[in-house]
């Protein structure tokens, strides 16, 4: 019995132990993957709501395609990026008229005989300003989700950058191949090379912090001098970001 015992406990054990699943997860990109997702589905739902259903779907790009009675309306192309495109037919097919003729009559234009038999065939010609009204309004309806996928899509690009930046910045400092004068010019080009963007800002800001915390207190700091111009730089770069915020 007592490997009966053995086993019992073992279970309880491997019960009460954290696993390598419940560990937390990585909350921003979770984040922001739900806000990308949410984005989609509300762009979705917005076209459901015209009355499109999806038709298919390749390389990353969705065909949605309206109503049958409304074929006429244009078709949306939707990109993962967050980018629609519109295409518009110019002949919409309607119906055949079938028609039985006792005697043979003379060919008209449109359709086609045969021993009396009369075949024509209905299309639809879509107005040029009624199809810019409808693309008008497929704009309006798709923009809010479209726009907010953008920003999410970014949004998560500019986390994943700003999460990879202190390995880069290592990559370039620990480079022992290069002279510690390079390496501080490449640092000093990282930094300067920031767009004057919110994005930019971050960025610049988390440069400045390694080269405050990891450079200049390292062997081979930057020389007074330099290490003076580069201050003040960035602090009337942040005094102008500052003043536009105001």
Same mark, same amino acid.
């Given at each position: ?15 009460? !132990? ?12 979770? /984040? ?34 309206? $109503? ?66 409808? %693309?008008?309004?497929? !704009?309006?309806?798709?923009? $809010? ?26 990559? /370039?400092?620990?480079?022992? !191949? ?28 988390? /440069?400045?912090?390694?080269? !405050? ?9 930057? $020389? ?14 942040? %005094? ?7």
């Amino acid at each position: 019995m007592w490997w009966l015992w053995f086993a019992l406990a073992f279970a309880q054990e491997e019960a009460n !132990s954290p696993s390598s699943d419940d560990s937390p997860p990585d909350e921003e990109i979770i /984040i922001y993957g739900d806000r990308i997702q949410a984005a989609r589905r509300d762009l979705h739902q917005s076209l459901l709501d015209l009355g499109y259903t999806p038709k298919r779907r390749k390389d990353g790009r969705t065909l949605y395609m309206p $109503p049958w009675k409304q074929r006429w309306k244009p078709r949306v192309i939707v990109d993962d990026d967050g980018f629609a495109q519109f295409r518009s037919p110019q002949f919409v097919f309607q119906g055949v008229d079938l028609g039985l003729q006792p005697e043979p009559f003379e060919d008209i234009p449109g359709t086609v005989t045969n021993q009396g038999v009369r075949v024509g065939v209905r299309f639809w010609i879509t107005s040029g300003r009624k199809l810019v009204w409808q %693309q008008q309004r497929l !704009s309006e309806a798709m923009e $809010p989700s479209l726009r907010t996928l953008r920003d999410a899509i970014s949004d998560e690009a500019h986390a994943k950058r700003m999460q990879d930046l202190p390995g880069e910045l290592d990559a /370039i400092w620990l480079d022992v !191949s290069s002279t510690p004068e390079r390496r501080r010019h490449a640092l000093t080009e990282q930094l300067l090379r920031c767009a004057d963007t919110p994005e930019g800002r971050e960025r610049r800001d988390a /440069i400045w912090v390694y080269l !405050s915390e990891v450079v200049q207190t390292s062997a081979y700091p930057f $020389p007074d001098a330099a290490w003076h111009r580069l201050t003040a730089l960035v602090v009337r770069e942040t %005094q102008a970001d500052e003043s536009i915020v105001e």
